[in-house]
């Protein structure tokens, strides 16, 4: 069987602060296959981002990367910064958060994606700019050729992130991390992006993973779901599966959260009472405990491990009542 | 563009009035009168009249500055009769000390001034820069701490203390350089480098100092910008990353600083010309300061004002071509 296209395997990221060591990621493992969407769900604070920066080796400062991460095979973990600039960007591209902030200011959007291409592809200064034309008319962004000369603050907030994705698909990656990409745009821009990376993933069997606190955002594009909590991966689902049966009492609690269409309207909304866990000094149990309706003695006591749940579709969970839950419910 | 030009050239203009008008009152006010400062040490009562009427100091205080003011622009004919004078275009004046056209002393002194300013800030925008980006991208190393310790002491070391420990170490114990006398770059291009040496080192090593913790500063900020994420993330070989996108947008700030410190040199450095005997600006003043020549007073005031306001408005301008976003 080849190889996945990313295979992440124990990772561990590790923060030296003044105040102490923070283990912003620990143990956290995952794969996305081509042309598949890899979910990953969390609050602040959860790992998520940093999870991905570390996926692509854009964490900086005093920084301790540890397990393993995989591209096709390729073990990207201890590369130079130079063997892995070959692969930034030309085989996994990343698109972030605020598009505005992540496009530099000084240069049109055109020389962005250009200067892209020509560093990986060694392309004349023309040909380059003609694939910037390109890669915008691809995105959806009307007279592609006049835009390309056009700075970012000339932009809306959704063309902006329609350019960042044209600069991250300008390479042809066969792997996009997306952090965030729709929290700074309204909900009907949101929708427009979602569709354009759905398009694009399909038209170039990219795999994409999602890095979202936007349960609908899940919903709609996600194949499989990895939920995080205090920097550990806490549930990792099929997204029917998920949504159908969330399995940990954190996923639980935020399917709860959401607002729902059937209920009275002077209801309130259900929330996960508590805030999240310190990582300068963490619980030796689960880190949910402290927050978990269920919470028992052995959860303060005992880390859970993530173990296999359900009917074998691949489904982890990290707690001591998954199982148990789910037969108390079948009970009822 | 053409309505924002005009408008801060009518700002401008507005500056140098005011400042013109409250150094004319500032003489005005004081003490010392200008007709005896002009007549010289033996000078009669009847004779001191004279100058008084020659240099309009009859006139009331309005009258002789709108009369200064005309000059500028026209030149004037100063006193009447056997003792007129026609000072031409621009008139600021003559001075009391050596009956010299204010303006021709100005511009005698003008080209070494700026060979001091002008060599000056090469060397401190090549220290200071090259200091404070190194640093910042080294941010928390011994080097950077290192950079930033040696930039505190040098900013802390007053021009007149370097100077002479550079006249006493490189010239009297070491030797390398002659006591500097100043040459003219046309003259002697070579001899105008090897003279002003010493007084742009004085002169670099404290502006290198507070433009290396400037830039530092400036450069964190900038590298710590998404955008710079955004470049790493394309695969950006790290080089390009910093001097294309990091410096284009740390050293925009540094920009603001040096037009105003290059503005206010240009027009004398008065201790740095004084230690090393440099026959530029900052000297006449001083003198012309300390013999209450208040033509000359008014004239570097007003030539030092002009640079820096000229400066402060080409680093506007330059802002518009550096920054895509800013339009006028």
Partial sequence: ?332 | MIVYLARRLLALAGVLLAIAAVTFLIFYVLPADPAAAACGKTCSAERLADVRVHLGLDQPLWRQFADFLTGIFTGRTLGTGQYAVTCDFPCLGYSYESSLPVWDLLMDRLPVSASLALGAAVLWLILGLGAGVTAALRKDTATDKALMVGAVAAASLPVYFTSVMLIHGVIRIAGLLPYPTYQAFTDNPLGWASNLLLPWTALALLYAAMYARQSRGSMIEAMAEPYIRTARAKGMPERTVVVKHGLRSGMTPILTIFGIDLGGLLAGAVITESIFGLPGIGRLFYGALVNSDQPVVLGVTLLAAFFIVVANLVVDLLYAVIDPRVRY
Avoid: N
């Fill in chain 1, 1 to 332: 069987m080849a190889a996945p296209l990313l295979e992440v395997r124990d990772l561990r990221v590790t923060f030296t602060t003044p105040r102490g060591t923070v283990r912003a990621v620990d143990s956290v493992g995952f794969t996305v296959e081509s042309g598949r969407t890899l979910g990953i769900v969390g609050e602040s604070g959860s790992g998520k981002s940093v999870t991905s920066l570390a996926v692509m080796g854009l964490h900086r400062g005093a920084v301790e990367v540890g397990g393993s991460v995989a591209l096709a095979g390729q073990e990207l973990t201890g590369l130079t910064e130079r063997e892995l600039g070959k692969v930034r960007g030309r085989r996994m591209a990343m698109i972030f958060q605020d598009p505005l902030s992540s496009l530099h200011p000084y240069y049109t959007v055109g020389e962005q994606i250009a200067e892209h291409f020509r560093v990986h592809f060694r392309s004349g200064r023309a040909a380059a700019r003609r694939r910037a034309v390109d890669m915008l008319g691809e995105v959806g962004i009307p007279e592609p050729a006049r835009r390309a000369g056009e700075y970012p603050h000339q932009f809306s907030g959704g063309m902006r992130q329609r350019a960042m994705i044209a600069m991250a698909l300008a390479c042809e990656p066969e792997l996009l991390i997306a952090d965030e990409p729709t929290t700074a745009l309204d909900v009907t821009v949101q929708a427009q992006i979602l569709e354009l990376i759905a398009r694009l993933q399909q038209e170039r069997g990219l795999g994409v993973v999602m890095i979202t606190h936007d349960l609908g955002v899940v919903a709609r594009v996600a194949h499989e779901v990895l939920v995080m909590y205090g920097g550990r991966a806490v549930e990792q689902a099929p997204v029917d599966a998920l949504f159908a049966d969330p399995a940990h009492p954190y996923t639980r609690g935020l399917l709860d959260s959401l607002p729902r269409l059937d209920t009275a309207d002077d209801e309130p909304l259900p929330f996960i009472p508590g805030s999240p866990p310190s990582l300068l000094l963490p619980a030796p149990g689960c880190a949910f405990a402290p927050r978990c309706p269920r919470a028992a003695e052995r959860c303060t006591g005992e880390r859970p491990e993530p173990a296999a749940y359900g009917d074998g579709t691949g489904r982890t969970v990290a707690c001591h009542f998954a199982g148990v839950r789910a037969v108390e419910e079948a009970a009822r």
